[in-house]
């Protein structure tokens, strides 16, 4: 499992070569583009309904431009829907999941990046013991280790703190993160790590001064496969955040699920749009990163 | 500078080696800190807690662990909970459903996109942008469009096909259809991206030959490619089964687990209980949930073995 990260995704591709065009031609685009508007619809479902009154829903369908678009919806949903609890909408959520986000990537990924070092260049009695249980907890359902988490943590006083959401993202981000580090160590040359001991540098002198400016092209992987995973997670959040630190992703579903009367879709999709805005933008910001983090990246769930 | 010489030949090789030792040790000493939270993860979380639900689920526990042990009991409750049963029902034809249409419609994918096309990229980036997403998100919106009175299949009577009925969600017997399709929609696009770097990673080759002797594209994929990307297919397929067994936030967000328990899985049951306060019971239905990923990864581990052992013979 580990050897499988794909790293010709943006290789020439091998397929046969095409003629002219054909009818062949023709129905591969055909099943390309009936394809991406399966992809497609849903999104712009999304956005066309957070801009159109009830009414307008209720009368038209669902694919169609709104007549008269409105951004009221996403001013309700941001700053006045309510979560049963309060009715403040989901910046208090959005700014919830920005400390969480904030917090967790820089921890998980520094813990990491020394982990992969040591893994590639400093290896001990059981190092690669303890790397095979950490990749095997890779694939280990999250249900099976919440009872134990949630006991220790309140043991400790941190279940349901800002504290506590953090560890919890380092534990489950671990797996993947050390696992992308030591490949991307591994294939560095040793010759290097071999002339700064000749050197005299020790374990941190080599790892702040050499391995650390070279690795910010994985780290930039690292951290875009860390901040959507953080900002989409939804089963921690619920379970570890408590009630101060809610994310964006519980604040949503409680918006939605809390409806008073007749469910107020324009609201439930601005509100869907608002939380979904972070990873879209990171997505397409950062292209060709986001694909490489991908392959490593899908282990996590 | 005499004596030290001096002073080290007086050593025994016994005491040099013993001396070495505890040099390297101390060398080692700054890696063995800076692992101490990988240690504390792999051991403490992976090894102890694993262990520690293990053990709960042979005892009694209700919101505090206690070792007040009942043997096979809580199993025996758990297979006869209509609700669990029903869970792991949900779960095969869930997983089955999402795994075989994501890896027949992400090879397809693929395969089309291998065809030497315009505008590769903006394909790519259509098909791949769900992921990016929350599985919340993607139940929402699905929810959305499935919903009878304003989803598709409004749009769709609105256009003069008043017969039309498509809206699985409404009916118990179909929810877990809806909730495949909203699966795919956000996991394909990475089947895609996996098989579509196997299938870049065949050798040129093979096309070569196979046109010379006349051997039309898709037999070769489907005889010659499709063997040979055996390992990238494997990939694809441990993801989504890993995927498949944590299914959770997409339920929540998607149905609730309805109508009545038509679309609850292994996941949302465990959470149940330990919110119900019923930690020994919950902790049985995990360690069921444990069960397959573990066979999965011990295949995978004599399966790999078995291939160092062919290689070192050879």
Known sequence: ?301 | MTTIVAYEQSLTTGQLKSRANRRRLLGKLPAIIGTLPMMAVAIGVFVIGIAFTVVLSFTNSKLFPSFNFVGTRQYEVLWSTTRWVESVKHIWFYGLGQISVSLVFGFLLAVFMDQRIRGEDAFRTIFLYPFALSAVITGLIWQLMLEPIWGLQAAVRSLGFTNFTFAPLADGNTALIGMVIASVWQGTGVTMAILLAGLRGIDDEIWKASRVDGIPAWRTYLSIVLPMMRGTVATALVLLVVNVVRTFDIVIAMTGGGPGIATQMPATYVIDNINARNVGHGMAAATCMLLPIAALVLLQAILRWRAARKRSAA
């Open chain 1, 1 to 301: 499992m580990t050897a499988l990260a794909p790293t010709s995704i943006g290789v020439e591709p091998s397929g046969p070569r095409p003629r002219h065009i054909t009818a062949g031609r023709i129905g591969i685009y055909a099943f390309l583009i009936i394809a991406a508007l399966f992809f497609l619809l849903p999104l712009w479902v999304m956005v066309i309904t957070s801009m159109k009154s009830m009414s307008e829903i209720r009368a038209g369908n669902i694919f169609a431009l709104p007549m008269q678009p409105t951004l009221d919806y996403w001013v309700k949903a941001w700053s006045s829907a309510c979560t049963g609890v309060s009715c403040n909408g989901l910046a208090p959520g959005f700014f919830n999941s920005l400390k969480i986000t904030a917090l967790s990537v820089p921890v998980s990924i520094v813990i990491a990046m020394i982990n992969g070092y040591a893994l590639s260049f400093w290896r001990f009695r059981g190092s690669e013991l303890l790397f095979g249980i950490l990749v095997f907890g890779a694939f280990v359902p999250f249900q099976v280790l919440i009872y134990p988490i949630i006991f220790a943590l309140s043991r400790v006083g941190l279940f349901g703190t800002l504290p506590g959401i953090v560890i919890v993202h380092t534990i489950f981000g671990m797996p993947i993160l050390t696992l992308l580090f030591r490949n991307f160590f591994a294939s560095l040359p040793s010759e290097l790590f071999k002339a700064a001991r000749v050197d005299g540098a020790g374990f941190w002198r080599i790892f702040f001064w050499v391995m650390l400016p070279m690795s910010v092209p994985i780290a930039i992987v690292a951290v875009i496969l860390q901040v959507t995973g953080i900002w989409n997670d939804f089963l921690f959040g619920l379970v570890f955040a408590g009630r101060e630190n809610l994310p964006m992703t519980v604040q949503l579903n409680n918006i939605v699920r809390t409806s008073t009367g007749t469910v107020e879709y324009g609201t439930n999709m601005a509100a869907t749009v608002l939380t979904g805005a972070v990873p879209l933008i990171v997505y397409f910001v950062s292209g060709k990163w986001f694909v490489r983090g991908i392959a490593a990246g899908a282990v996590k769930g």
